[in-house]
């Protein structure tokens, strides 16, 4: 069962423009997580989130909980070709041990 | 550091023949995972261990059988593979710092069962 979704599955936006996703989970959590992963590659984790912060900035990105919608958004400033990716939230799962469980993805493409 | 490193990384099986992904970190990370990710559905946990000699079954552990001799080697095993095990294959490891689990992907493991 997958704990987080995605939405929208697939995004495409000019270069320049900002970019947001957004991801809604099940059940309770301490933190949450966005990861990217580029064609072919493994993924890469960007940000995480404890469920007691409400806003976390890390450069040109922008994530957001609201724990009582039970939902997160990643927004990604002034974007560049280079952040055309899937872009994953994930979060700790009790029934594996709080290992994470990942949702479907976001395909966001950056057209220069 | 190598971090994550997974071998092979491409793999064409008949059905019924067995295998074993090599998976290994060199971070001294206790956590270590095995996802798999198909079109459209994210990844899913197989199978994770929290530390040497200790493994659990995750969200689709039904064909799949791991071990955790070391802490560096978390080798996942395919007895008898099945098409519908056409898929591609993430190792992560991770350490619990502070209350969360920020993991470490490999490159992946592109498997294909004929």
């Known amino acids: 069962s997958q704990q987080g979704e995605e939405d929208p599955q697939a995004l495409s936006i000019q270069e320049g423009e900002n970019a947001t996703m957004n991801c809604s989970y099940k059940t309770s959590i301490n933190n949450l997580q966005w990861y990217r992963q580029n064609s072919g590659r493994g993924l890469v984790h960007l940000i995480l989130?404890?469920?007691?912060?409400r806003e976390k900035h890390s450069g040109r990105l922008r994530v957001t909980l609201d724990t009582s919608k039970k939902s997160s958004s990643l927004l990604i400033t002034a974007s560049r070709a280079a952040d055309t990716a899937s872009y994953f939230c994930a979060t700790p799962h009790m029934e594996y041990g709080n290992k994470l469980v990942f949702g479907a993805g976001t395909i966001l493409r950056v057209k220069s | 550091n190598a971090g994550v490193t997974q071998t092979p990384k491409f793999q064409v099986l008949k059905t019924g023949q067995s295998m074993t992904l090599q998976c290994a970190q060199d971070?001294?990370?206790?956590?270590m995972s095995w996802y798999r990710q198909d079109p459209g559905m994210g990844l899913r946990l197989i199978h994770y261990s929290v530390g040497a000699g200790i493994t659990d079954q995750g969200e689709v552990p039904n064909g799949y059988n791991v071990s955790r001799s070391t802490t560096e080697d978390f080798p996942l095993r395919l007895l008898s593979a099945a098409p519908s095990q056409t898929s591609v294959y993430f190792c992560a490891s991770s350490s619990w710092t502070a209350g969360t689990d920020t993991q470490y992907f490999g490159p992946g493991t592109r498997l294909t069962v004929l």
């Open positions: 989130i404890r469920s007691n912060e």
């Open positions: 971070m001294n990370h206790e956590y």
